[in-house]
């Protein structure tokens, strides 16, 4: 099968960039107590179209999000949280997501309605592991279509991680030894279990 062609993206806003340049980077290193200290841009690259399809996206029997797994640490009937293979650096870090497959642009309004207390829920699970400060929370959305987010365990005093500079530091910190990661699943598995739903169904 041949693959689609790929022209540059025509916008307003994209006809005004200077593809090709290196951008100066030092509203990243400047101002807050922030994370880096010395960070340089590739040049920027054209921006092509059609986008590569997400995992998902052509074929629903590829959907990682659909398949039952053993990473996944609670369920209800609606929502699940599930951890990522690899060992994060960061206290916690998992993935949220319908049971379904459904992308944010076509979920029932019964399964959204259900993920703002399911936040809440989360976010105070995640509260309770021990060195946790706050659970932030990311929805991008550019690897799998299913919808999903990640919530992210932000470190007691950890000034350096605040705001998006929490998602670079989750690959920087040492990663958690699988105990500890494990605990940490534990807690919030527990905690939101005891609101309803299910604990590690799928082990
Ligand atoms: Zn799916």
Known sequence: MSEVEQVPAESP????????????????????????????????????????????????????????????????????????????????????????????????????????????????????IPGVARCHFGRWNDGSAHLHMWALARPAGMMQARGAALAFWDDILPPLPQEMADEHARIVAEALAAGGGEAFPHR
């Open 13 to 128: 806003f994209h006809s005004r960039l200077p593809i090709g340049e290196r951008l100066d980077a030092s509203a990243l290193t400047e101002g807050l107590p922030w994370a880096f200290d010395e960070i340089s841009m590739r040049p920027l690259e054209p921006m092509l179209v059609p986008e590569k399809p997400r995992g998902g996206e052509t074929d629903r029997a590829q959907c990682g999000a659909c398949t039952p797994s053993a990473n996944t640490i609670w369920h209800d009937d609606l929502w699940q949280v599930g951890m990522r293979s690899e060992l994060s650096g960061l206290p916690f870090m998992a993935w949220v997501s319908p049971r379904g497959h459904w992308l944010l642009e076509d979920a029932p309004i019964e399964v959204l309605a259900e993920l703002g207390p399911l936040m809440q829920r989360i976010s105070e699970a995640v509260k309770s």
